[in-house]
């Protein structure tokens, strides 16, 4: 790539134009979707959480015939659901000590972990982070309990209201017996639950989810702040613009779906985010698109961490449990690890596009990623072409194919975790 580095200062072009201006929109979406005047604990449309309450650590309940190897399994106290109190199912666990060890008076640090449609509580995702380090608390969210094989439940009898899909038809309802206000309140209930444990390091918990247990982190990082970060996989927000739910919104009507939208769309929450947010998703996730994606992700205040790969699969287990880049970016934050690279600028100059970094470990590659075609993301063919990287400079770039209609740029670590840049649409 000649003279690279003599044009990138000199010439803006059409794509540096269209970056800029893309820039500008991002600010005034910032500005929009915040509100300031919004009480402590709520949003702009009236749905309010009362944080004094799930700061108290809630009650437990034996279950006994649901115990599993290596962790503990319990109900905790849930909030009440048409007048009737519920219970919450959940797995904690810590990590195993070593023979001839004590734990003594090291405190661990911790995970809350959000399953997502069709999961429930997975004993094995609490036992991947005992076996990090962490110890962890996996609560389910929809009333029910794991049943048989993984990954299968069964409504039980204190269980609070359907989750999920069934969100959409519950509008009528008040607002404290809806779901999304329940699963964000159980979730906040399991963070002062572990919290009060003296194992607990209570200034080093973080929380994770997948799918609707993304979107649910996205809320959760709006409403909880005691959170030291939050890392998303791949639910966002912004779903009444594109996502896998406008059939549902379209059936819903103009009204019930704005109404929904208000309350429950994480976009409604996400600039109250003030901690650490770690972003994961895969190109062509069916889900949660890769536009409303990249706009929720400019929302919080705190920093933040794009993780892009390819055509990633969607869903539990390895998928949506085991990306090495949120275990680093939990320990860079929680137990003094090296850091995931820092994308500090990118910029696009007529066929080129730039990234500058900042990194503790060595960048081993770096590529440029790219679709050729329009249309819906989940459908569309990407490409990857190497990007070079100067190490002096700390830049990674790359040319960018002429009939492009959508690049950014990823960066390898070797450690194989991977941060993107933001992607740019021409």
Known sequence: MPDSANRFPVSLGLLGLLFLLMSLATVGLRAQDFDPEAEEGGNSSGVHFDLEALSHVPELFPAEDMQVDGV???????????GNPTRVFAYYGVPPLVEGTERGDKKLPAMVL????????????????????????????????????????????????????????????????????HAVSAVALAHSLIRSYPEIDADRIGVTGISWGGYLTCIVAGVDQRFKFAAPVYGCGFLGENSAWLPAFETLGKDKSELWLKQWDPSAWLGR??????????????????????????????????????????????????????????NSLLNQGKPLTIITDQACFDDEVRATFKSETSIV???????????????????????EIDAKTSTADARVPADATVFYLNLFDDRDCVVSTEHVER
């Not at 503990?72 to 048409?82: D, I, L, R, T």
């Open 72 to 82: 503990k399994a319990f109900f905790y106290e849930g909030p009440v659901y048409k």
């Open 114 to 181: 959000i399953h997502g449609g069709g999961g429930t509580a997975f004993d094995g995702w609490v036992k991947l982070w005992n076996s990090r380090g962490y110890a962890a608390i996996a609560m389910d969210l929809c009333g029910c309990v794991p049943v048989g094989t993984y990954g299968n439940w069964q409504r039980h009898e204190t269980g609070g209201p359907p989750g999920w899909d069934a969100s959409f038809g519950q509008l009528a309802d008040p607002i404290e017996d809806q779901w999304t206000f």
């Open 273 to 330: 985010a003030k901690m650490p947010m770690l972003w994961v998703n895969g190109t062509n996730d069916f889900a949660y698109p890769m536009d409303s994606w990249k706009k929720s992700a400019l929302l919080p205040q705190g920093s933040r961490a794009l993780c892009l790969r390819i055509r990633m699969p969607h869903g539990h287990g390895a998928a949506g449990e085991n990306p090495e880049e949120i275990h680093v970016f939990a």
């Open 365 to 387: 590659r770096a590529e440029l990623c790219f679709t050729r075609q329009s249309g819906k993301w989940q459908d569309r063919e990407w490409e990857t072409l190497p990007a």
